[in-house]
């Protein structure tokens, strides 16, 4: 008998190349190689050709116009592009910004790059399950805020901001509104219009697109939403992203945007399911098994989990070779230290250095995820075992128990329960 396959559950890292994508590439890099740019043949018009499909595909699956699309390399990019522009074009209004503390690392670093050249930034303390209110967002506004910037959808717990109601309350005060939805875009749906969001970050590499290309929804109707470019160059894309476009990964692009708007509405339920199947399987297996972020208003592939008595760090190095998580954003995975999202949400360091993120993805099955279970639970029971702490703890319920599978026995919402279950 051969040795199984690792198991890839996470997603919210990085997506395989979808092969429909892959094969729209291809071309791109050999036939039709020419520069976008370079209109005056047969090579850069196909590949300017090429773009305009793929800026067409970008706008229909967030209903926008086609001229709003702006190419970048990635969400990181665009969050940048739409914060530092934004607040540039305004310093004559003002040069206030509004966050969370739960942001990726590109908004929060971005934010504190202002901060060091004289701009005020308000770090917004979420909930519980890492949430902010429309009320909250409202209150920080002041006469000189130029900007506010949310997720649409943590990256390490899935957890959903309610963006059409914060970007009301924002518009309301005639302050712009970005929203990075890199974790969003092709999961849920996203409608730039219904949302009222002025400027949207999205990553073709969450979408099961290539790395290194992005977009940047810009509004232009009703009026345009000014940004300063970060670089200077040929004036590609409109002005705002100088650079020889990436043809191939801007291609590659588009066709994830295009299968997300096709297969999104049964992807996501199937997804989802999955998703369930993994944490209830954990639940009814190990004790202590604690969710992390909203138990409903999250992504429907993410499932955030702390285990007592099992630290992540060593439930990932026994799952190294058999299934793939992580214990927080990839792009600090380096850093040994708790998640900034888990802190910011008041959990304890000892619960946010239990916690592991899976997240599901399009070829998973059901078969991968029982294995999966069966190896969760072997590494976790291991490293408990050799835990004297929870020899100590035998005998005593743990928060988040089988009966109790999302660890919210004595959580801090009473009798009635959570927000959203049920």
Request: glycine share 10%; charged share 20%; net charge neutral.
């Given at each position: 008998m051969g040795v199984s396959p690792p198991i890839y559950l996470d997603h919210n890292a990085t997506t395989p190349v979808d092969p429909r994508v892959l094969a729209a590439m291809l071309p791109w890099f050999t036939t039709h190689f020419g520069n976008a740019s370079s209109r005056s043949h047969s090579f850069g018009a196909a590949a300017a050709e090429a773009v305009a499909q793929a800026r067409a595909?970008?706008?229909?699956?967030?209903?926008?116009?086609e001229r709003e699309i702006v190419f970048t390399s990635g969400a990181t990019e665009s969050d940048n592009l739409a914060i530092r522009g934004a607040v540039e074009a305004l310093r004559d209004k003002g040069n206030h910004v509004v966050t969370c503390l739960t942001e990726h690392k590109a908004v929060l670093d971005t934010c504190r790059r202002l901060e060091r050249g004289g701009a005020a930034v308000t770090y917004l303390q979420p909930d519980v399950f890492g949430r902010v209110?429309?009320?909250q967002v409202a209150e920080a506004i002041t006469d000189r805020t130029v900007l506010v910037t949310l997720m649409a959808a943590n990256n390490e717990t899935g957890t959903l901001h309610s963006i059409r109601e914060i970007a009301k309350a924002v518009k309301a005060r005639g302050v712009l509104f970005h929203t990075d939805a890199a974790q969003a875009v092709g999961r849920i749906p996203i409608d730039v219009d219904a949302l009222g969001v002025d400027l949207v970050s999205l990553s073709a590499h969450k979408l099961y697109g290539p790395k290194g290309v992005g977009a940047l929804y810009?509004?232009?109707r009703p009026g345009r939403v000014r940004l300063v470019p970060l670089m200077d160059g040929g004036g590609h894309e409109q002005g705002l992203r100088s650079g020889t476009l990436n043809?191939?990964?801007?291609?590659?692009l588009g066709m994830a945007c295009e299968v997300a708007l096709h297969e999104m509405e049964t992807e996501g339920p199937r997804v989802a399911a999955l998703r369930d199947r993994l944490h209830r399987g954990l639940a009814a297996r190990l004790d202590g098994v604690t969710l992390n972020g909203h138990p409903s208003e999250r992504l429907p592939n993410t499932v955030n989990l702390a285990f007592a008595y099992a630290d992540s760090e060593g439930v990932l190095a026994r799952l190294h070779d058999h299934v793939a998580a992580s214990s927080g954003a990839a792009c600090t995975s380096a850093v040994l230290e708790p998640s900034h999202v888990l802190r910011a949400m008041g959990m304890r360091d000892?619960?946010?250095?239990?916690?592991?993120?899976?997240?599901?993805?399009?070829?998973?099955?059901?078969?991968?995820?029982?294995?999966?279970?069966?190896q969760v639970v072997a590494a976790v029971t291991a490293l408990r075992e050799s835990n004297p702490?929870?020899?100590?703890a035998a005998g005593r319920p743990l928060r988040g128990n089988a009966s109790d599978p999302a660890g919210q026995g004595d959580c801090c919402c009473g009798p009635e329960g959570c927000p959203g279950e049920g």
């Amino acid at each position: 008998m051969g040795v199984s396959p690792p198991i890839y559950l996470d997603h919210n890292a990085t997506t395989p190349v979808d092969p429909r994508v892959l094969a729209a590439m291809l071309p791109w890099f050999t036939t039709h190689f020419g520069n976008a740019s370079s209109r005056s043949h047969s090579f850069g018009a196909a590949a300017a050709e090429a773009v305009a499909q793929a800026r067409a595909q970008v706008a229909r699956l967030i209903g926008a116009a086609e001229r709003e699309i702006v190419f970048t390399s990635g969400a990181t990019e665009s969050d940048n592009l739409a914060i530092r522009g934004a607040v540039e074009a305004l310093r004559d209004k003002g040069n206030h910004v509004v966050t969370c503390l739960t942001e990726h690392k590109a908004v929060l670093d971005t934010c504190r790059r202002l901060e060091r050249g004289g701009a005020a930034v308000t770090y917004l303390q979420p909930d519980v399950f890492g949430r902010v209110s429309p009320v909250q967002v409202a209150e920080a506004i002041t006469d000189r805020t130029v900007l506010v910037t949310l997720m649409a959808a943590n990256n390490e717990t899935g957890t959903l901001h309610s963006i059409r109601e914060i970007a009301k309350a924002v518009k309301a005060r005639g302050v712009l509104f970005h929203t990075d939805a890199a974790q969003a875009v092709g999961r849920i749906p996203i409608d730039v219009d219904a949302l009222g969001v002025d400027l949207v970050s999205l990553s073709a590499h969450k979408l099961y697109g290539p790395k290194g290309v992005g977009a940047l929804y810009v509004r232009r109707r009703p009026g345009r939403v000014r940004l300063v470019p970060l670089m200077d160059g040929g004036g590609h894309e409109q002005g705002l992203r100088s650079g020889t476009l990436n043809v191939p990964g801007i291609v590659g692009l588009g066709m994830a945007c295009e299968v997300a708007l096709h297969e999104m509405e049964t992807e996501g339920p199937r997804v989802a399911a999955l998703r369930d199947r993994l944490h209830r399987g954990l639940a009814a297996r190990l004790d202590g098994v604690t969710l992390n972020g909203h138990p409903s208003e999250r992504l429907p592939n993410t499932v955030n989990l702390a285990f007592a008595y099992a630290d992540s760090e060593g439930v990932l190095a026994r799952l190294h070779d058999h299934v793939a998580a992580s214990s927080g954003a990839a792009c600090t995975s380096a850093v040994l230290e708790p998640s900034h999202v888990l802190r910011a949400m008041g959990m304890r360091d000892d619960e946010a250095l239990s916690s592991v993120r899976f997240s599901v993805g399009r070829f998973n099955t059901e078969e991968a995820i029982d294995r999966a279970i069966e190896q969760v639970v072997a590494a976790v029971t291991a490293l408990r075992e050799s835990n004297p702490l929870y020899a100590l703890a035998a005998g005593r319920p743990l928060r988040g128990n089988a009966s109790d599978p999302a660890g919210q026995g004595d959580c801090c919402c009473g009798p009635e329960g959570c927000p959203g279950e049920g």
